[in-house]
């Protein structure tokens, strides 16, 4: 488990936000797919004979997916999504709930046979929730545990029994449309208990239920598991020992030591009386809980085991783990098969009649024959080996080149994944960004429409990544990781509104093409359209309802300080999305975010209904999408000084400085010099501070503050125009070249830019 960032506003994050992001996480093409290796599996058996099973998957890209299964195939038939982190583990509690656990630090819970919608999301971990257990023979019990060190046992049932509304208070703080549909369970935002749970002291942040704190973990939790009636649990962790706990309680009942390092896996028989524990020191063991001790250990593994799956039994066991091999060994006798090898190390297992279920930190999903029902039938074909009893027997072994030949080459069948994208990089433009994924493929993305532009295939991505370069300066207006498998987008406030484009440059028609674009904004217009769509149309049938006039205004979002924001006038108030920020509807981008209440969520940006508002997204996000609002921006402008080249005759235009947007154009430059060689009205050389803008009728202006377009209304020129050229350092500047560009690439000093200008004779 890597303590990296999560995607979405973690409260335990090292760097403190002034202001809650917005995400958006770009999708593949193909949406039934997972983009990210699978950390969990669970299986859904029929009740009836003909019914269907199916398999859920929970992913590093922070979906579950529901298989449906066939002999020999599996169709999606659901995504579930709104965590914002990966998803770490998953468990069926009775018939048809499903509970998930993430590194977003929550738990949710969905109905198994649902299109996807989260029914509650439980907050009570500190920090990343890594694994779950469930009692077969008791649906209500559930536990959970995480690198917090805390362990809690959940009742299923009263978690998700709506909480009495005591008042409207209650329900404003508990509550988050967006887990489901309009009238979804509210949240339960539960009380935090510290890390360490030497400090008992709870701070009710809002009524609720709340679950059974098994107190005593002092080091990160990763394995639990429980018996079937739900009155045993077992929990291990970084401390390497297996607890032993009374759920009903929360109490300890026994403390088995014997692993060297981090217990990662864990499974109980259906009594209760053995454990079966795996960990990062390679070794397996089988605790006797009556006796409390390790009866036996099986050295299997070359390198750490992170899962186990036992047959019905519990007389033997499937064991995978970062060294790639799935084996079978009798719990009794001690043999060991090597039944697979694989490309990736194995994260979890799930047996499926005959056969097992193999989750890797790949993207796909593989279904191996394992003769689960009869497995002495997978030892009659031989070439099984005695697991010993010290954790270097089976490293020595491989030493000796008498590595044992996989009894099977090939999987059933394989539900494929999308290759992880795994490096990445954001080009010059600042709307281009270059990725290469698990498969080596090469693709260009374009960050403002959320689409593939160019597939290059398997290329070189470094010299891919130089054909690319452009020489030109945009500022860093948005981040990217892709923790996720894809890339996540990240806009914070106001950094996100500094950069700016012409229309032109953005191909946009309709407009003036001096007029100035901010690609933030643009890009926000485009990814809620939908909900803006459906607000719309919620907002007029109650207006309608009630007579009311909507004004082209916002006037139900937060008030806000005039001080903190300014109105984008050059943006017409419209809600109209420009072809360049028109996201995809058939592979739509997810947005994950928070409002002022309920934690963050994730949603599809074509599945947001129009009922989310401030409560659901940031104030910032909805003042610049509703009312036409930018926060203060700095670094717009550009100072310069614009003199003669040395050794020319020609006269003196300016000796102050003058100062222009960043974006302002080379030609605009030209423009103004040759405007003032041919008008003979020098700019008045008091001047210490000009600004490079046309003013009306002809006269230049110097305290106005725009873009150097030159605008009709000019007087006629009265002499011949002359060819003029503009230089940087001794070398003369593209016309297509932005002020910025020429600072960043060509001036490259702190102090102000300094641009020379001369006649070009016989031109």
């Not at 995607?7 to 090292?14: L, P, R, Y």
């Not at 299923?156 to 409207?168: C, G, Q, R, Y």
Request: aromatic fraction near 6%.
């Amino acid at each position: 488990m890597h303590r990296v960032g999560s995607a979405g506003n973690n409260s335990n994050s090292s760097r403190p936000r002034k202001e809650k992001r917005l995400t958006y996480v770009l999708n593949d093409s193909d949406d039934t797919k997972h983009s990210a290796g699978i950390n969990c599996l669970a299986v859904l058996k029929s009740s009836v004979s003909d019914g269907c099973n199916y398999l859920f998957t929970g992913s590093r890209d922070g979906t579950l997916k529901r298989w449906a299964l066939a002999e020999d195939a599996a169709t999606c038939s659901a995504t579930f999504e709104s965590h914002v982190d990966w998803v770490n583990d998953t468990v069926i509690a009775g018939e048809n709930t499903l509970v998930s656990c993430s590194s977003d630090t929550t738990l949710k819970i969905w109905n198994c046979l649902s299109d996807g919608t989260c029914t509650r999301t439980l907050r009570q971990h500190s920090d990343y929730v890594t694994c779950l257990a469930a009692a077969e023979r008791n649906a209500n019990v559930v536990a959970s545990g995480g690198l917090g060190g805390e362990v809690f046992v959940w009742d299923i049932e009263a978690a998700v029994t709506p909480l009495s509304k005591s008042s409207d208070v209650m329900e404003d703080d508990c509550s988050n449309g967006i887990n489901g549909s309009a009238n979804s369970l509210p949240v339960s935002s539960l009380r935090p208990i510290s890390s360490y749970n030497s400090i008992t002291a709870h701070t009710t942040q809002c009524p609720g239920y709340v679950p059974i704190a098994a107190k005593g973990h002092k080091e990160s939790v990763y394995a639990l598991a429980m018996n079937d009636n739900g009155s045993l649990l077992v929990s291990g962790g970084t401390e390497k020992v297996v607890r032993v706990w009374d759920p009903r309680t929360g109490s300890k009942t026994m403390k088995l030591r014997g692993h060297t390092d981090n217990v990662r896996a864990l499974l109980l028989d259906s009594t209760g009386r053995y454990c079966l524990s795996g960990s990062s020191d390679s070794m397996i063991r089988l605790w006797d809980l009556g006796q409390q001790r390790c009866v036996h250990s099986y050295a299997v593994h070359t390198d750490s085991v992170w899962a186990l799956a036992s047959t019905p039994t519990f007389t033997r066991v499937y064991s995978g783990g970062r060294d790639l091999s799935l084996y079978l060994t009798d719990l009794t006798t001690r043999e060991s098969l090597l039944l697979c090898t694989k490309e990736h190390p194995v994260l979890q297992l799930a047996l499926h009649d005959d056969s097992i279920w193999v989750a890797t930190t790949d993207s796909s999903v593989h279904r191996w024959p394992a003769e689960g029902r009869n497995p002495q039938k997978v030892f009659q074909r031989g070439g099984s080996f005695l697991a010993g009893n010290l954790s270097f027997s089976r490293a020595r072994v491989s030493l000796e080149g008498s590595t044992p030949a996989a009894v099977y080459k090939e999987p059933i069948f394989s539900i494929p994944g999308t290759p992880a994208i795994v490096q990445h990089e954001i080009l010059n433009n600042r709307r281009h960004v270059l990725t290469k994924d698990s498969a080596g493929l090469v693709k260009l993305w374009e960050i403002t429409r959320g689409v593939v532009v160019e597939d290059y295939g398997q290329v070189s991505f470094d010299e891919k990544k130089q054909q690319l370069f452009e020489m030109v300066s945009i500022p860093a207006w948005f981040t990217v990781d892709t923790r996720l498998g894809s890339l996540s987008v990240h806009l914070d406030t106001p950094q996100c509104f500094s950069a700016e484009m012409y229309s032109v440059d953005l191909n946009i028609t309709g407009k003036p093409e001096d007029d100035k674009v901010n690609l933030a904004r643009e890009t926000l217009k485009g990814l809620l359209a939908h909900w803006m769509t459906k607000r719309r149309q919620r907002l007029g049938s109650q207006a309608s309802a009630n007579g009311d006039v909507l004004s082209g205004k916002d006037n139900t979002a937060r008030s806000l300080a005039h001080s903190r924001i300014e109105v984008d006038g050059n943006a017409e108030n419209d809600s109209m999305v420009h072809p360049p920020f028109e996201f995809s509807t058939v592979s739509p981008p997810s947005i994950i975010s928070e409002g002022s209440q309920g934690g963050p969520w994730r949603k599809k940006i074509t599945e947001l209904d129009g009922t989310e508002d401030e409560k659901d997204f940031p104030w910032w996000v909805l003042d610049c999408v509703l009312n036409n609002r930018l926060p203060p921006r700095e670094n717009t402008k550009c100072s310069f000084y614009l003199h003669p080249c040395e050794g020319t005759a020609v006269q003196i235009l300016t000796q102050g400085k003058l100062s222009a947007p960043r974006i302002l154009r080379i030609n605009k430059v030209v423009n103004y010099v040759v405007e003032k060689m041919v008008l003979d009205k020098p700019i008045d050389t008091g001047s210490t501070d000009g600004s490079l803008a046309p003013g009306h009728g002809g006269q230049l202006q110097h305290s106005a503050v725009a873009d150097g377009s030159f605008k009709s209304g000019l007087k006629p020129w009265p002499k011949p125009r002359p060819s003029v050229e503009i230089l940087c350092n001794n070398q003369v500047l593209s016309t297509d070249m932005s002020l910025a560009t020429v600072r960043a690439y060509i001036w490259k000093k702190p102090e102000d830019l300094v641009l020379n200008y001369r006649v070009v004779q016989g031109r």
